[in-house]
């Protein structure tokens, strides 16, 4: 999918067409077709290469740099059900005269940009745009996590109850979708780090351009993404420890069901020793006594009833 929009001086979002596209555009292509990343390639000159390296869903975050164009790869949350969360890598891609975002699939940090949200940015401010894309990945790392932790609350909840194997589930999705967070946003704050450097002097390239009034938001956006990377590995560590408590209360009771059998099987074990010896065919004791039944069931109900008494004190139920 290819879509063009572009920010006018006064007014709302325009979406422009391959014929009309103008300089100052904002050029989304999501799961881009081989013809799409040819044509927007001749259009601003830009290698095909450099637009597909979005497309590998293991890529990691990092900053590329070319001739005429500085692409920015950074991973952004997305949330694929109740407990399910995943990253998903976004290349941001700067020239002289459009911004290029390119993803597998769409995601919630784009959808925000819109026509309904045209007054908070503009498409023709590229580095300002390149940042504020940045900052709302960021944002959507905190409301996911949020989420995530009370998630969590919820299933310990559920475990304090009872012990099912749904909640035991959730709570591994939960861990793995915390780690995904992890190593993105570490990888984040990489590039985050090598673009705060660009004021300073030490820039990548003329292409990117930082203004006096985009440092504030390019240090908001590094506050955020470094919030949100200490609470990714907090609930990472709580969630663990978490999963090994559960996970000793499960052994644990396991231990007192099978005590409690062998207790049981000791006490049953008693009658059927004691019934066995008269059941057999040699003579016996009481053998012609018509009272006899009574009396070994009742022998061997003081016993087990004595047995039953002596685990009772050694805990065994």
């Not at 952004?76 to 998903?88: A, Q, S």
């Not at 673009?195 to 908001?220: A, F, H, N, Q, S």
């Amino acid at each position: 999918m290819l879509q063009i929009y572009k920010s006018m001086e006064s007014g709302p979002l325009e979406e422009l067409s391959l014929k009309k596209i103008e300089k100052g555009a904002w050029i989304n292509m999501i799961a881009p077709t081989p013809y799409e990343l040819k044509v927007i390639g001749d259009i601003t000159e830009v290698d095909p290469d450099f637009l597909r390296s979005a497309l590998d869903d293991e890529e990691r975050s990092h900053t590329d740099v070319e001739d005429n164009a500085v692409m920015v790869l950074t991973n952004v949350p997305v949330m694929r059900g109740l407990d399910t969360y995943d990253t998903l890598p976004l290349a941001i891609i700067l020239t002289n005269d459009y911004l290029i975002t390119v993803c597998l699939e769409e995601t919630p940090v784009l959808s925000e940009f819109n026509e309904k949200t045209y007054k908070i940015f503009r498409t023709f401010k590229r580095t300002r745009f390149l940042f504020q894309i940045l900052y709302k990945s960021a944002t959507f790392y905190l409301r996911y996590l949020r989420q995530i932790s009370k998630h969590s609350d919820e299933i310990e909840a559920n475990l304090r109850r009872s012990m099912e194997n749904t909640d035991i589930l959730r709570l591994l999705e939960l861990q793995k979708g915390l780690t995904y967070f992890s190593v993105a946003l570490r990888s984040n704050g990489v590039v985050l780090d090598k673009l705060m450097r660009i004021r300073t002097g030490t820039g990548m390239t003329p292409i990117i351009k930082v203004y006096e009034e985009d440092e504030d938001l390019l240090e908001d956006v590094i506050i955020e993404n470094k919030q949100a990377r200490e609470m990714a590995e907090l609930y990472s560590k709580i969630l663990a420890r978490m999963a090994d408590s559960f996970s000793s209360i499960i052994s644990n009771n396991q231990n007192l069901v099978m005590k409690f059998l062998a207790a049981m099987t000791i006490i049953l074990a008693i009658p059927t020793v004691i019934s066995s010896f008269f059941g057999m065919n040699v003579p016996v004791p009481m053998e012609g006594d018509t009272s006899a039944f009574v009396y070994i069931a009742g022998i061997a109900a003081v016993i087990a009833g004595c047995s039953s008494y002596i685990l009772w004190r050694k805990n065994m139920f």
